[in-house]
Protein backbone atom coordinates (compact mmCIF):
# COMPACT_ATOMS: atom_id res chain seq x y z
CA UNK A 1 0.00 0.00 0.00
CA UNK A 2 2.87 1.90 1.28
CA UNK A 3 4.63 1.60 -2.89
CA UNK A 4 1.78 2.63 -4.12
CA UNK A 5 1.00 5.39 -2.46
CA UNK A 6 4.58 6.66 -3.43
CA UNK A 7 3.98 5.77 -6.87
CA UNK A 8 0.64 8.07 -6.59
CA UNK A 9 2.76 11.27 -5.41
CA UNK A 10 5.65 10.53 -8.18
CA UNK A 11 3.12 10.59 -11.14
CA UNK A 12 1.23 13.23 -9.36
CA UNK A 13 4.26 15.37 -9.17
CA UNK A 14 5.37 14.20 -13.27
CA UNK A 15 1.66 15.11 -14.59
CA UNK A 16 1.04 18.59 -12.56
CA UNK A 17 4.68 19.54 -12.51
CA UNK A 18 4.84 23.10 -11.55
CA UNK A 19 0.67 23.23 -10.59
CA UNK A 20 1.19 22.00 -7.42
CA UNK A 21 1.35 24.34 -4.95
CA UNK A 22 1.68 21.80 -2.15
CA UNK A 23 1.39 17.83 -2.00
CA UNK A 24 1.02 16.06 1.67
CA UNK A 25 0.75 12.76 1.96
CA UNK A 26 -0.97 11.98 5.72
CA UNK A 27 -2.69 9.29 7.08
CA UNK A 28 -2.17 7.07 3.74
CA UNK A 29 -4.02 9.77 1.85
CA UNK A 30 -2.58 12.66 -0.76
CA UNK A 31 -3.87 15.93 -0.86
CA UNK A 32 -3.08 18.07 -3.70
CA UNK A 33 -3.51 22.02 -3.86
CA UNK A 34 -3.47 24.15 -6.95
CA UNK A 35 -4.07 27.59 -7.45
CA UNK A 36 -7.52 28.69 -8.40
CA UNK A 37 -6.01 29.98 -12.34
CA UNK A 38 -4.71 26.15 -13.07
CA UNK A 39 -7.63 24.49 -11.08
CA UNK A 40 -9.56 23.31 -14.45
CA UNK A 41 -6.07 22.25 -16.16
CA UNK A 42 -5.41 20.27 -12.92
CA UNK A 43 -8.20 18.59 -12.98
CA UNK A 44 -8.27 17.69 -16.57
CA UNK A 45 -4.83 16.58 -16.04
CA UNK A 46 -6.04 14.10 -12.97
CA UNK A 47 -8.68 12.82 -15.17
CA UNK A 48 -7.10 12.47 -18.56
CA UNK A 49 -3.43 11.19 -17.60
CA UNK A 50 -3.46 7.59 -18.08
CA UNK A 51 -1.26 7.60 -15.37
CA UNK A 52 -3.44 8.70 -13.09
CA UNK A 53 -6.99 8.32 -14.60
CA UNK A 54 -8.77 10.05 -11.86
CA UNK A 55 -12.25 9.18 -14.00
CA UNK A 56 -14.44 9.35 -10.83
CA UNK A 57 -15.13 12.72 -8.53
CA UNK A 58 -16.50 10.68 -5.37
CA UNK A 59 -17.17 14.29 -3.68
CA UNK A 60 -17.05 18.10 -3.40
CA UNK A 61 -17.64 20.14 -0.64
CA UNK A 62 -16.65 23.70 0.39
CA UNK A 63 -14.92 24.72 3.44
CA UNK A 64 -14.54 27.76 5.22
CA UNK A 65 -11.00 28.05 7.09
CA UNK A 66 -11.56 31.63 9.15
CA UNK A 67 -11.64 29.88 12.52
CA UNK A 68 -9.03 27.21 11.95
CA UNK A 69 -7.01 26.32 14.86
CA UNK A 70 -8.58 29.25 16.90
CA UNK A 71 -7.37 32.03 15.02
CA UNK A 72 -4.06 30.37 14.04
CA UNK A 73 -5.11 30.39 10.46
CA UNK A 74 -3.57 32.95 7.74
CA UNK A 75 -4.18 31.42 4.45
CA UNK A 76 -7.33 32.14 2.15
CA UNK A 77 -10.38 31.49 3.79
CA UNK A 78 -12.65 29.66 1.28
CA UNK A 79 -11.60 26.37 0.02
CA UNK A 80 -13.79 23.89 -2.61
CA UNK A 81 -12.13 20.45 -1.73
CA UNK A 82 -12.87 17.59 -3.77
CA UNK A 83 -12.45 13.73 -3.20
CA UNK A 84 -11.22 12.12 -6.47
CA UNK A 85 -11.47 8.26 -7.39
CA UNK A 86 -9.60 6.17 -9.83
CA UNK A 87 -11.42 2.72 -10.56
CA UNK A 88 -8.43 2.04 -13.23
CA UNK A 89 -5.78 2.40 -10.39
CA UNK A 90 -7.56 1.96 -7.39
CA UNK A 91 -6.57 4.92 -5.35
CA UNK A 92 -7.96 8.02 -4.66
CA UNK A 93 -6.51 11.69 -4.07
CA UNK A 94 -7.80 15.22 -2.83
CA UNK A 95 -7.88 18.03 -4.20
CA UNK A 96 -8.18 21.55 -3.02
CA UNK A 97 -8.31 24.85 -4.03
CA UNK A 98 -8.50 27.72 -2.54
CA UNK A 99 -10.64 30.85 -3.46
CA UNK A 100 -8.53 34.26 -3.87
CA UNK A 101 -11.10 36.68 -2.84
CA UNK A 102 -12.15 36.61 0.58
CA UNK A 103 -15.14 38.66 0.15
CA UNK A 104 -16.59 37.13 -2.99
CA UNK A 105 -15.10 33.55 -3.31
CA UNK A 106 -14.59 32.66 -7.04
CA UNK A 107 -13.13 29.48 -8.54
CA UNK A 108 -13.99 28.32 -11.92
CA UNK A 109 -16.98 25.26 -12.19
CA UNK A 110 -15.78 21.36 -12.82
CA UNK A 111 -18.82 20.26 -15.00
CA UNK A 112 -16.67 20.25 -18.18
CA UNK A 113 -14.70 17.85 -16.11
CA UNK A 114 -16.78 15.55 -14.11
CA UNK A 115 -20.64 16.01 -15.22
CA UNK A 116 -21.70 14.71 -11.47
CA UNK A 117 -19.66 17.74 -9.79
CA UNK A 118 -23.15 20.07 -10.63
CA UNK A 119 -24.92 19.38 -7.70
CA UNK A 120 -21.87 19.16 -4.83
CA UNK A 121 -20.94 22.86 -6.22
CA UNK A 122 -24.45 24.12 -5.96
CA UNK A 123 -24.39 22.46 -2.63
CA UNK A 124 -21.08 24.09 -1.92
CA UNK A 125 -22.48 27.78 -3.16
CA UNK A 126 -25.94 27.15 -0.54
CA UNK A 127 -24.05 26.41 2.17
CA UNK A 128 -20.73 28.96 2.04
CA UNK A 129 -21.67 31.02 -0.89
CA UNK A 130 -18.24 30.43 -2.94
CA UNK A 131 -19.13 31.30 -6.78
CA UNK A 132 -18.43 28.60 -9.51
CA UNK A 133 -18.06 30.19 -12.69
CA UNK A 134 -19.33 28.73 -15.62
CA UNK A 135 -21.45 26.25 -13.48
CA UNK A 136 -24.96 25.77 -15.68
CA UNK A 137 -27.33 25.82 -13.21
CA UNK A 138 -25.88 27.50 -10.00
CA UNK A 139 -28.98 27.48 -7.69
CA UNK A 140 -29.73 27.04 -4.37
CA UNK A 141 -29.92 23.24 -3.32
CA UNK A 142 -30.58 22.27 0.73
CA UNK A 143 -31.86 25.10 1.95
CA UNK A 144 -35.42 26.46 1.50
CA UNK A 145 -36.70 28.66 -0.94
CA UNK A 146 -35.66 32.37 -0.14
CA UNK A 147 -33.35 31.91 1.71
CA UNK A 148 -30.79 34.62 2.72
CA UNK A 149 -27.40 33.71 3.92
CA UNK A 150 -24.53 30.91 3.81
CA UNK A 151 -25.63 28.82 6.77
CA UNK A 152 -22.25 27.15 6.86
CA UNK A 153 -19.85 29.91 6.99
CA UNK A 154 -18.13 29.88 10.35
CA UNK A 155 -20.05 33.64 11.14
CA UNK A 156 -23.49 32.64 10.13
CA UNK A 157 -25.14 31.50 13.95
CA UNK A 158 -26.22 27.67 14.56
CA UNK A 159 -29.52 29.17 15.29
CA UNK A 160 -29.92 30.80 12.93
CA UNK A 161 -30.93 34.31 11.98
CA UNK A 162 -34.99 34.23 11.83
CA UNK A 163 -37.39 31.55 12.99
CA UNK A 164 -40.90 31.57 11.65
CA UNK A 165 -44.55 30.98 13.65
CA UNK A 166 -47.88 31.56 12.88
CA UNK A 167 -49.69 34.54 13.19
CA UNK A 168 -52.81 34.68 14.52
CA UNK A 169 -53.44 38.14 13.57
CA UNK A 170 -52.60 38.01 9.98
CA UNK A 171 -53.54 34.24 9.99
CA UNK A 172 -50.69 33.34 7.87
CA UNK A 173 -46.85 32.23 8.51
CA UNK A 174 -44.28 35.26 9.06
CA UNK A 175 -40.59 35.08 9.65
CA UNK A 176 -39.31 36.97 12.36
CA UNK A 177 -35.88 37.18 14.39
CA UNK A 178 -34.51 34.51 16.28
CA UNK A 179 -35.78 34.48 19.73
CA UNK A 180 -33.20 31.19 20.89
CA UNK A 181 -30.58 32.66 23.34
CA UNK A 182 -26.98 31.11 21.75
CA UNK A 183 -25.58 28.93 24.19
CA UNK A 184 -22.66 26.40 24.49
CA UNK A 185 -23.11 23.49 26.75
CA UNK A 186 -19.26 21.60 25.60
CA UNK A 187 -16.44 24.62 25.14
CA UNK A 188 -14.51 24.15 22.37
CA UNK A 189 -10.79 23.36 23.17
CA UNK A 190 -7.52 22.64 21.40
CA UNK A 191 -4.75 21.45 24.03
CA UNK A 192 -2.97 18.59 25.24
CA UNK A 193 -3.81 15.81 27.10
CA UNK A 194 -2.54 16.93 31.03
CA UNK A 195 -4.38 15.00 32.54
CA UNK A 196 -4.12 11.12 34.81
CA UNK A 197 -1.46 9.32 34.21
CA UNK A 198 0.21 10.08 31.40
CA UNK A 199 2.80 7.13 30.95
CA UNK A 200 -0.11 4.33 31.88
CA UNK A 201 -1.49 3.80 27.84
CA UNK B 1 -57.98 21.51 -33.85
CA UNK B 2 -56.83 21.76 -30.20
CA UNK B 3 -53.77 22.94 -29.08
CA UNK B 4 -51.46 20.61 -27.55
CA UNK B 5 -48.92 21.45 -25.05
CA UNK B 6 -46.52 19.94 -22.71
CA UNK B 7 -47.85 20.94 -19.47
CA UNK B 8 -45.64 20.99 -15.92
CA UNK B 9 -46.38 19.28 -13.08
CA UNK B 10 -45.66 18.88 -9.45
CA UNK B 11 -44.53 15.46 -7.70
CA UNK B 12 -43.92 15.42 -4.27
CA UNK B 13 -43.10 16.50 -1.86
CA UNK B 14 -45.36 14.34 -0.03
CA UNK B 15 -46.31 11.62 -2.21
CA UNK B 16 -45.98 7.69 -1.03
CA UNK B 17 -43.42 6.87 -3.93
CA UNK B 18 -41.33 9.96 -3.60
CA UNK B 19 -39.68 7.82 -0.80
CA UNK B 20 -39.27 10.55 1.71
CA UNK B 21 -39.65 14.12 0.92
CA UNK B 22 -38.17 14.86 -3.16
CA UNK B 23 -39.73 17.38 -4.69
CA UNK B 24 -39.95 16.95 -8.84
CA UNK B 25 -41.32 19.11 -11.10
CA UNK B 26 -41.83 17.75 -13.93
CA UNK B 27 -42.94 18.55 -17.92
CA UNK B 28 -44.69 16.18 -19.90
CA UNK B 29 -46.16 15.52 -22.63
CA UNK B 30 -49.06 13.61 -22.20
CA UNK B 31 -48.14 10.48 -19.93
CA UNK B 32 -44.45 10.62 -20.79
CA UNK B 33 -41.61 12.67 -18.71
CA UNK B 34 -39.96 15.67 -21.30
CA UNK B 35 -37.71 17.10 -18.53
CA UNK B 36 -37.45 15.58 -14.44
CA UNK B 37 -36.23 18.71 -12.05
CA UNK B 38 -35.51 16.78 -8.80
CA UNK B 39 -35.79 19.40 -5.85
CA UNK B 40 -33.74 18.47 -2.57
CA UNK B 41 -33.61 19.88 0.79
CA UNK B 42 -36.57 19.62 2.67
CA UNK B 43 -35.49 17.39 5.42
CA UNK B 44 -31.60 19.38 5.18
CA UNK B 45 -31.40 19.32 9.09
CA UNK B 46 -27.87 20.76 8.56
CA UNK B 47 -25.94 17.86 10.61
CA UNK B 48 -22.32 18.93 9.47
CA UNK B 49 -22.75 21.97 11.13
CA UNK B 50 -23.97 20.82 14.00
CA UNK B 51 -21.78 18.45 14.60
CA UNK B 52 -19.23 21.22 14.43
CA UNK B 53 -20.83 22.12 17.95
CA UNK B 54 -20.94 18.56 19.39
CA UNK B 55 -17.68 16.39 20.87
CA UNK B 56 -16.85 13.46 18.27
CA UNK B 57 -18.59 11.14 20.77
CA UNK B 58 -21.55 13.65 20.93
CA UNK B 59 -21.66 13.80 16.78
CA UNK B 60 -22.10 10.25 16.18
CA UNK B 61 -25.59 9.37 16.92
CA UNK B 62 -26.13 12.43 14.41
CA UNK B 63 -24.72 9.70 11.33
CA UNK B 64 -27.79 7.60 12.37
CA UNK B 65 -29.78 9.93 11.16
CA UNK B 66 -28.24 10.13 7.64
CA UNK B 67 -29.51 6.58 5.93
CA UNK B 68 -31.88 6.17 8.93
CA UNK B 69 -32.24 2.60 6.95
CA UNK B 70 -28.76 1.72 7.17
CA UNK B 71 -27.83 3.01 10.53
CA UNK B 72 -24.81 0.94 11.57
CA UNK B 73 -22.80 1.52 8.12
CA UNK B 74 -22.91 5.57 8.24
CA UNK B 75 -21.25 5.27 12.25
CA UNK B 76 -19.21 2.74 10.71
CA UNK B 77 -17.55 5.41 8.39
CA UNK B 78 -17.54 8.25 11.01
CA UNK B 79 -15.72 6.31 13.28
CA UNK B 80 -13.32 5.10 10.83
CA UNK B 81 -12.52 8.72 10.02
CA UNK B 82 -12.29 9.55 13.81
CA UNK B 83 -9.83 6.16 14.55
CA UNK B 84 -7.47 7.17 11.57
CA UNK B 85 -7.40 10.33 12.65
CA UNK B 86 -6.43 9.18 16.28
CA UNK B 87 -4.23 6.47 14.85
CA UNK B 88 -5.90 4.05 16.85
CA UNK B 89 -6.26 0.20 15.69
CA UNK B 90 -9.46 -1.48 16.78
CA UNK B 91 -9.33 -4.96 18.04
CA UNK B 92 -10.46 -7.82 16.19
CA UNK B 93 -13.84 -8.56 17.23
CA UNK B 94 -14.98 -5.25 16.97
CA UNK B 95 -14.06 -5.68 13.42
CA UNK B 96 -15.68 -8.73 13.26
CA UNK B 97 -18.94 -7.60 15.05
CA UNK B 98 -18.69 -4.36 12.96
CA UNK B 99 -18.68 -6.34 9.63
CA UNK B 100 -21.64 -8.50 10.75
CA UNK B 101 -23.29 -5.48 11.52
CA UNK B 102 -22.54 -3.94 8.87
CA UNK B 103 -24.14 -6.42 6.85
CA UNK B 104 -27.26 -7.00 9.54
CA UNK B 105 -27.75 -2.96 8.00
CA UNK B 106 -26.99 -4.04 4.23
CA UNK B 107 -30.12 -7.10 4.84
CA UNK B 108 -32.37 -4.26 6.48
CA UNK B 109 -31.38 -1.96 3.89
CA UNK B 110 -32.27 -4.57 0.82
CA UNK B 111 -35.13 -5.85 2.90
CA UNK B 112 -36.27 -2.47 2.55
CA UNK B 113 -35.80 -2.05 -0.72
CA UNK B 114 -37.84 -5.24 -2.09
CA UNK B 115 -40.57 -4.34 -0.09
CA UNK B 116 -41.15 -0.61 -0.95
CA UNK B 117 -40.08 -1.18 -5.10
CA UNK B 118 -42.51 -4.37 -4.68
CA UNK B 119 -45.33 -2.12 -3.24
CA UNK B 120 -45.04 0.96 -5.15
CA UNK B 121 -44.93 -1.43 -8.39
CA UNK B 122 -48.14 -3.24 -7.25
CA UNK B 123 -46.65 -6.32 -5.02
CA UNK B 124 -48.26 -5.72 -1.84
CA UNK B 125 -47.22 -8.98 -0.70
CA UNK B 126 -43.31 -8.06 -0.48
CA UNK B 127 -44.05 -5.32 1.81
CA UNK B 128 -45.49 -7.66 4.29
CA UNK B 129 -42.94 -10.18 3.87
CA UNK B 130 -39.89 -8.34 4.37
CA UNK B 131 -40.90 -6.49 7.21
CA UNK B 132 -41.48 -9.46 9.01
CA UNK B 133 -37.53 -10.71 8.77
CA UNK B 134 -37.03 -6.88 9.46
CA UNK B 135 -38.43 -7.45 12.64
CA UNK B 136 -35.82 -9.96 13.54
CA UNK B 137 -33.27 -7.99 12.54
CA UNK B 138 -34.53 -5.02 14.99
CA UNK B 139 -34.59 -7.55 17.75
CA UNK B 140 -30.50 -8.07 17.45
CA UNK B 141 -30.24 -4.64 17.46
CA UNK B 142 -31.82 -3.57 20.24
CA UNK B 143 -30.14 -6.33 22.01
CA UNK B 144 -27.10 -5.33 21.68
CA UNK B 145 -27.36 -0.92 21.87
CA UNK B 146 -30.78 -0.82 23.02
CA UNK B 147 -32.61 1.26 20.60
CA UNK B 148 -33.85 -0.43 17.31
CA UNK B 149 -32.72 2.30 14.77
CA UNK B 150 -30.78 4.68 15.61
CA UNK B 151 -28.16 2.40 17.48
CA UNK B 152 -25.33 4.41 18.32
CA UNK B 153 -23.49 1.33 18.92
CA UNK B 154 -20.01 1.77 17.17
CA UNK B 155 -17.90 3.80 19.03
CA UNK B 156 -14.71 5.18 18.13
CA UNK B 157 -11.90 2.56 19.20
CA UNK B 158 -14.44 -0.08 18.54
CA UNK B 159 -18.13 -1.03 19.23
CA UNK B 160 -19.87 0.20 22.62
CA UNK B 161 -20.15 -3.31 24.04
CA UNK B 162 -20.17 -6.63 23.79
CA UNK B 163 -22.70 -9.23 22.27
CA UNK B 164 -25.20 -9.71 24.92
CA UNK B 165 -25.47 -13.54 26.16
CA UNK B 166 -29.13 -13.52 26.24
CA UNK B 167 -31.93 -12.43 24.04
CA UNK B 168 -35.05 -10.59 25.09
CA UNK B 169 -37.72 -13.00 25.59
CA UNK B 170 -41.80 -12.51 24.64
CA UNK B 171 -43.88 -12.86 27.82
CA UNK B 172 -47.55 -13.97 28.30
CA UNK B 173 -50.12 -11.63 28.21
CA UNK B 174 -53.66 -11.18 27.53
CA UNK B 175 -53.06 -11.29 23.53
CA UNK B 176 -50.65 -14.33 23.56
CA UNK B 177 -51.30 -17.14 25.75
CA UNK B 178 -48.28 -19.67 26.90
CA UNK B 179 -48.17 -22.00 23.91
CA UNK B 180 -47.56 -18.65 21.43
CA UNK B 181 -45.05 -17.32 23.21
CA UNK B 182 -42.97 -20.32 23.79
CA UNK B 183 -42.81 -21.04 19.86
CA UNK B 184 -41.62 -17.23 19.58
CA UNK B 185 -39.21 -17.74 22.34
CA UNK B 186 -37.46 -21.24 20.75
CA UNK B 187 -34.75 -19.01 18.76
CA UNK B 188 -34.56 -16.51 22.04
CA UNK B 189 -33.18 -19.37 24.20
CA UNK B 190 -29.86 -18.63 24.25
CA UNK B 191 -27.67 -15.87 23.58
CA UNK B 192 -27.80 -13.02 20.47
CA UNK B 193 -25.50 -15.42 18.63
CA UNK B 194 -27.41 -18.39 18.63
CA UNK B 195 -30.81 -16.19 17.74
CA UNK B 196 -29.03 -14.50 14.73
CA UNK B 197 -27.31 -18.44 13.65
CA UNK B 198 -30.89 -18.92 13.68
CA UNK B 199 -32.03 -16.45 11.81
CA UNK B 200 -29.26 -16.72 8.79
CA UNK B 201 -30.31 -21.05 8.53
CA UNK B 202 -34.15 -19.35 7.99
CA UNK B 203 -33.16 -16.31 5.15
CA UNK B 204 -32.04 -18.27 2.40
CA UNK B 205 -35.26 -19.81 2.43
CA UNK B 206 -37.47 -16.47 2.55
CA UNK B 207 -35.24 -14.88 0.01
CA UNK B 208 -36.55 -18.05 -2.05
CA UNK B 209 -39.76 -16.79 -1.46
CA UNK B 210 -39.10 -13.22 -2.51
CA UNK B 211 -37.82 -14.53 -5.72
CA UNK B 212 -41.01 -17.18 -6.41
CA UNK B 213 -42.71 -13.68 -5.82
CA UNK B 214 -41.03 -11.51 -8.14
CA UNK B 215 -38.48 -12.74 -10.27
CA UNK B 216 -40.42 -14.69 -12.67
CA UNK B 217 -43.78 -12.50 -11.91
CA UNK B 218 -44.76 -11.19 -15.32
CA UNK B 219 -46.23 -7.79 -14.47
CA UNK B 220 -42.97 -7.21 -12.26
CA UNK B 221 -40.76 -8.00 -15.42
CA UNK B 222 -43.43 -5.71 -17.37
CA UNK B 223 -42.73 -3.29 -14.68
CA UNK B 224 -39.02 -3.05 -14.69
CA UNK B 225 -37.05 -4.97 -17.31
CA UNK B 226 -36.16 -2.29 -19.75
CA UNK B 227 -37.06 0.59 -17.52
CA UNK B 228 -33.86 2.86 -16.19
CA UNK B 229 -31.90 1.67 -18.25
CA UNK B 230 -28.06 2.65 -17.50
CA UNK B 231 -24.75 2.03 -19.21
CA UNK B 232 -21.46 1.24 -17.73
CA UNK B 233 -19.92 4.45 -19.03
CA UNK B 234 -23.20 6.70 -17.77
CA UNK B 235 -23.09 4.78 -14.56
CA UNK B 236 -19.41 6.16 -14.30
CA UNK B 237 -20.58 9.78 -15.43
CA UNK B 238 -23.06 10.20 -13.25
CA UNK B 239 -20.99 9.28 -10.28
CA UNK B 240 -23.22 6.10 -9.01
CA UNK B 241 -21.57 3.73 -6.90
CA UNK B 242 -23.01 0.35 -4.99
CA UNK B 243 -25.64 -1.29 -6.59
CA UNK B 244 -26.41 1.27 -9.73
CA UNK B 245 -22.51 0.83 -10.51
CA UNK B 246 -22.54 -3.14 -10.36
CA UNK B 247 -26.50 -3.24 -11.82
CA UNK B 248 -24.78 -1.70 -15.04
CA UNK B 249 -21.87 -4.75 -15.35
CA UNK B 250 -19.20 -2.45 -13.52
CA UNK B 251 -17.92 -4.30 -10.83
CA UNK B 252 -16.66 -2.37 -8.16
CA UNK B 253 -17.22 -2.70 -4.68
CA UNK B 254 -15.12 -1.51 -2.10
CA UNK B 255 -15.65 -4.51 0.70
CA UNK B 256 -13.23 -6.06 -2.23
CA UNK B 257 -11.19 -2.96 -3.77
CA UNK B 258 -10.52 -0.93 -0.83
CA UNK B 259 -11.20 -3.76 2.23
CA UNK B 260 -11.61 -1.93 5.33
CA UNK B 261 -11.60 -4.33 9.03
CA UNK B 262 -11.63 -7.79 7.90
CA UNK B 263 -13.83 -8.18 5.09
CA UNK B 264 -10.48 -9.85 3.08
CA UNK B 265 -11.12 -12.38 5.30
CA UNK B 266 -14.41 -13.29 4.15
CA UNK B 267 -15.61 -15.26 1.74
CA UNK B 268 -18.20 -13.47 -0.49
CA UNK B 269 -18.97 -13.02 -4.46
CA UNK B 270 -19.80 -9.66 -5.84
CA UNK B 271 -23.21 -9.54 -8.01
CA UNK B 272 -22.99 -7.76 -11.09
CA UNK B 273 -25.85 -7.22 -13.38
CA UNK B 274 -25.98 -6.92 -17.21
CA UNK B 275 -28.23 -4.77 -18.93
CA UNK B 276 -28.60 -2.22 -16.17
CA UNK B 277 -32.25 -1.82 -16.18
CA UNK B 278 -34.36 -2.24 -12.87
CA UNK B 279 -34.34 -5.62 -12.92
CA UNK B 280 -30.76 -6.22 -13.09
CA UNK B 281 -30.60 -4.18 -10.02
CA UNK B 282 -33.05 -5.88 -8.58
CA UNK B 283 -31.96 -8.97 -9.19
CA UNK B 284 -28.43 -7.79 -7.77
CA UNK B 285 -30.29 -6.82 -4.45
CA UNK B 286 -31.62 -10.09 -4.30
CA UNK B 287 -28.29 -12.00 -4.78
CA UNK B 288 -26.37 -8.96 -2.40
CA UNK B 289 -29.31 -10.65 0.64
CA UNK B 290 -27.41 -14.33 0.01
CA UNK B 291 -24.16 -13.00 0.43
CA UNK B 292 -24.78 -10.75 3.62
CA UNK B 293 -25.99 -14.10 4.95
CA UNK B 294 -22.99 -15.62 3.68
CA UNK B 295 -20.71 -12.96 5.32
CA UNK B 296 -23.04 -13.11 8.89
CA UNK B 297 -22.16 -16.67 9.01
CA UNK B 298 -18.87 -16.54 9.40
CA UNK B 299 -18.59 -13.85 11.72
CA UNK B 300 -20.96 -15.80 14.04
CA UNK B 301 -18.49 -18.76 13.60
CA UNK B 302 -15.66 -16.43 14.24
CA UNK B 303 -17.17 -14.36 17.23
CA UNK B 304 -18.10 -17.74 18.66
CA UNK B 305 -14.45 -19.41 18.87
CA UNK B 306 -12.46 -15.66 19.57
CA UNK B 307 -14.03 -13.91 22.98
CA UNK B 308 -12.12 -10.65 23.86
CA UNK B 309 -12.05 -6.94 24.44
CA UNK B 310 -14.58 -5.09 21.80
CA UNK B 311 -12.99 -1.42 22.19
CA UNK B 312 -9.23 0.24 22.80
CA UNK B 313 -8.15 -0.02 25.88
CA UNK B 314 -7.10 3.97 25.93
CA UNK B 315 -9.45 5.26 28.43
CA UNK B 316 -8.93 8.64 27.13
CA UNK B 317 -10.40 7.38 23.84
CA UNK B 318 -12.74 4.95 25.15
CA UNK B 319 -14.75 4.96 28.35
CA UNK B 320 -13.54 2.79 31.60
CA UNK B 321 -15.53 0.10 33.10
CA UNK B 322 -17.75 1.47 35.60
CA UNK B 323 -16.15 -1.19 38.30
CA UNK B 324 -12.78 0.36 37.59
CA UNK B 325 -14.31 4.15 37.51
CA UNK B 326 -15.91 3.88 41.12
CA UNK B 327 -12.46 2.38 42.55
CA UNK B 328 -9.66 4.16 40.72
CA UNK B 329 -9.42 7.88 41.04
CA UNK B 330 -7.62 7.81 37.75
CA UNK B 331 -10.37 6.39 35.86
CA UNK B 332 -12.92 8.35 37.38
CA UNK B 333 -11.07 10.97 35.71
CA UNK B 334 -11.02 9.82 32.30
CA UNK B 335 -14.84 9.10 32.38
CA UNK B 336 -15.62 12.73 33.73
CA UNK B 337 -13.73 14.01 30.93
CA UNK B 338 -14.77 11.80 28.44
CA UNK B 339 -17.93 12.90 28.84
CA UNK B 340 -17.48 16.31 29.78
CA UNK B 341 -14.78 17.46 27.48
CA UNK B 342 -14.27 14.43 25.27
CA UNK B 343 -10.90 13.71 23.26
CA UNK B 344 -9.34 15.65 21.15
CA UNK B 345 -8.67 14.44 18.26
CA UNK B 346 -5.00 15.46 16.04
CA UNK B 347 -4.91 18.16 13.37
CA UNK B 348 -5.33 16.53 10.08
CA UNK B 349 -7.80 15.57 7.39
CA UNK B 350 -9.08 12.50 6.57
CA UNK B 351 -11.74 10.61 4.24
CA UNK B 352 -12.97 7.73 4.85
CA UNK B 353 -15.17 5.20 3.16
CA UNK B 354 -17.44 2.20 3.47
CA UNK B 355 -19.66 0.14 1.14
CA UNK B 356 -23.11 1.09 2.27
CA UNK B 357 -25.85 -0.88 1.21
CA UNK B 358 -26.63 2.03 -0.89
CA UNK B 359 -23.42 3.01 -2.53
CA UNK B 360 -20.26 4.70 -0.86
CA UNK B 361 -20.73 6.45 2.20
CA UNK B 362 -17.95 8.62 2.72
CA UNK B 363 -17.12 11.00 5.74
CA UNK B 364 -14.54 13.90 5.02
CA UNK B 365 -13.23 15.14 8.65
CA UNK B 366 -11.65 18.15 8.84
CA UNK B 367 -9.92 18.31 12.27
CA UNK B 368 -7.87 21.59 14.10
CA UNK B 369 -7.09 19.42 17.41
CA UNK B 370 -9.74 20.34 19.03
CA UNK B 371 -12.50 18.05 20.75
CA UNK B 372 -14.85 19.10 18.10
CA UNK B 373 -14.52 18.36 14.45
CA UNK B 374 -13.72 21.26 12.36
CA UNK B 375 -15.64 20.05 9.24
CA UNK B 376 -17.50 17.21 8.33
CA UNK B 377 -18.45 16.53 5.49
CA UNK B 378 -20.63 13.03 4.39
CA UNK B 379 -20.78 11.83 1.55
CA UNK B 380 -24.10 9.98 0.65
CA UNK B 381 -24.49 7.87 -1.95
CA UNK B 382 -27.56 8.73 -2.59
CA UNK B 383 -26.80 12.43 -3.47
CA UNK B 384 -25.13 11.51 -6.61
CA UNK B 385 -28.30 9.18 -7.68
CA UNK B 386 -31.32 11.61 -7.02
CA UNK B 387 -29.26 13.99 -9.16
CA UNK B 388 -29.37 11.55 -11.96
CA UNK B 389 -33.02 11.67 -12.07
CA UNK B 390 -32.47 14.08 -14.39
CA UNK B 391 -31.01 11.90 -16.82
CA UNK B 392 -33.05 9.29 -15.91
CA UNK B 393 -36.73 10.17 -15.89
CA UNK B 394 -36.83 11.39 -19.39
CA UNK B 395 -38.43 9.53 -22.45
CA UNK B 396 -40.62 7.40 -19.84
CA UNK B 397 -44.12 7.63 -19.15
CA UNK B 398 -44.95 9.02 -15.41
CA UNK B 399 -46.02 5.14 -13.96
CA UNK B 400 -42.01 3.90 -14.63
CA UNK B 401 -41.21 7.19 -12.92
CA UNK B 402 -42.01 5.35 -9.58
CA UNK B 403 -39.59 2.25 -10.64
CA UNK B 404 -36.94 4.64 -11.77
CA UNK B 405 -37.32 6.15 -7.86
CA UNK B 406 -37.26 2.92 -6.33
CA UNK B 407 -34.61 1.06 -7.86
CA UNK B 408 -32.31 4.56 -7.81
CA UNK B 409 -33.11 3.28 -3.71
CA UNK B 410 -32.34 6.70 -2.14
CA UNK B 411 -32.92 7.80 1.44
CA UNK B 412 -33.71 11.54 2.01
CA UNK B 413 -31.48 11.30 5.58
CA UNK B 414 -28.45 11.47 3.57
CA UNK B 415 -29.66 13.57 0.14
CA UNK B 416 -30.60 16.13 2.37
CA UNK B 417 -28.68 15.59 5.61
Same mark, same amino acid.
Given at each position: ????????????????????????????????????????????????????????????????????????????????????????????????????????????????????????????????????????????????????????????????????????????????????????????????????????? | ?????????????????????????????????????????????????????????????????????????????????????????????????????????????????????????????????????????????????????????????????????????????????????????????????????????????????????????? #????????????????????????????????????????????????????????????????????????????????????????? %???????????????????????????????????????????????????????????????????????? %???????????????????????? #??????????????
Amino acid at each position: MAGKLEQLKNNLEAALGNRIVSLTQALGEITVVVNADDYVIAARTLRDDPRLAFSQLMDLCGVDYSTYGEGAWRGKRFAATSQLLSMEHNWRVRLRVFAEDDEFPLVETLTTIWANVNWYEREAFDLFGIMFAGHPDLRRILTDYGFIGHPFRKDFPISGQVEMRYDPQQKRIVYQPVTIEPREITPRVIREDQYGDLGRH | MAEIRNYTMNFGPQHPAAHGVLRLVLEMDGEVVVNADPHIGMLHRATEKLAEQKTYLQALPYMDRMDYFSVMANEHAYCMAVERLLGIEVPERAQYIRVMFDEITRILSHLLFLGAQGLDLGAMTMFLYTFREREDLFDVIEAVSGARVHAAYYRPGGVYRDLPDVMPRYMASKTRDARTVDGLNKARSGGLLDFLQDFTERFPAYVDDYETLLTENR #IWKQRTVGIGVVTPEQALQLGFTGVMLRGSGVEWDLRKKQPYEVYDRMDFDIPVGVNGDTYDRYLCRVEELRQSNRIIRQCIEWLRANP %GPVIVGNHKIAPPPRAEMKGSMEELIHHFKLFSEGFRVPAGEVYATVEHPKGEFGVYLISDGANKPYRVKIR %GAGFAHVQALKELAPGHMIADLVA #IIGTLDFVFGEVDR
